[in-house]
């Protein structure tokens, strides 16, 4: 139980819980919204071969190994980077930005490019759960004179429910648990600013050889991961 004690009286542990949770929250929400609306932009195209053709370019991302996805990032995100030099002509920002010089920035720089990784996998589950909607429902909406918007958040939103807990979650899951974007990409720096849990584990047992405390560490996130599948599955009446 000393292991437990020094977890719950050092700083470390904490932090790296705050930017789990962070870098989980921020990248499941934004991965969510940036998948349903790729998906609903699929479904709506009407030519099947334009349909299969962005499809099959849409996994691309996938067939990037992470250690060749960050020095496409760390280029693109750059002191003389592709986006600092469109966010200065945009007039957004007057001096470069040092995007991984500074903990929020480089957060940041790695929930963008974890979104951009994920979109393929999980589209594909939104677009088969859209497929399954009846035109019906939209053409009644139409009847009735429902806009865009409240089509989407009282059709297929509430129809595809199910399957956005579902995807989620397993996300939540493999998130948690990666380390591999973050050390390709950020090192776990600057300032350990994005530091994962599991990232910290990994360093603790591998390189500190403290197998103890990484064994504490394990068993708390462990605990943390089946809180939260637990009430996201209850609430979500999956």
């Known amino acids: 139980f000393e292991n437990f004690e020094f977890l719950f009286s050092t700083a470390e542990a904490p932090r790296m819980i705050r930017n789990t949770v962070l ?4 990248f499941i929400v934004l991965n969510a919204v940036v998948q349903i609306a790729v998906a609903v932009l699929l479904t709506e195209l009407t030519s099947k071969a334009y349909r299969k053709i962005t499809q099959s370019l849409m996994f691309l991302p996938y067939f990037i190994s992470w250690v060749i996805a960050s020095n496409i990032f760390l280029t693109f995100l750059s002191g003389s980077g592709v986006v600092n030099d469109l966010l200065m002509k945009l007039g957004i920002i007057q001096t470069n930005m040092s995007w991984f010089s500074d903990s929020r920035l480089a957060m ?27 035109d019906d429902l939209y053409e009644s909406a139409k009847i009735d004179g429902a806009s ?28 948690f648990n990666a380390v591999d974007l973050i ?56």
């Open 183 to 238: 050390i390709s990409l950020t090192d776990g720096g600057p300032n350990r600013g994005t530091t994962t849990l599991a990232l910290y584990i990994m360093r603790t047992f591998s390189n500190d050889f403290n197998y103890g405390y990484a064994s504490a560490l394990a068993a708390i996130s462990t605990l943390l991961m089946m809180i939260v599948a637990f009430f996201y599955i209850r609430f979500g009446k999956l």
């Open 108 to 134: 940041t720089g790695a929930i963008i490019a974890n979104v951009w990784r994920g979109i393929p996998f999980f589209t594909i589950s939104y677009m088969s759960a859209l497929s399954s909607i009846s």
């Open 148 to 175: 865009a918007p409240v089509t989407m958040f009282r059709i297929t939103i509430p129809m595809i429910k199910d399957t956005i807990i579902l995807t989620t979650l397993l996300r939540a899951i493999w998130t």
């Open 23 to 26: 870098y989980n929250v921020v």
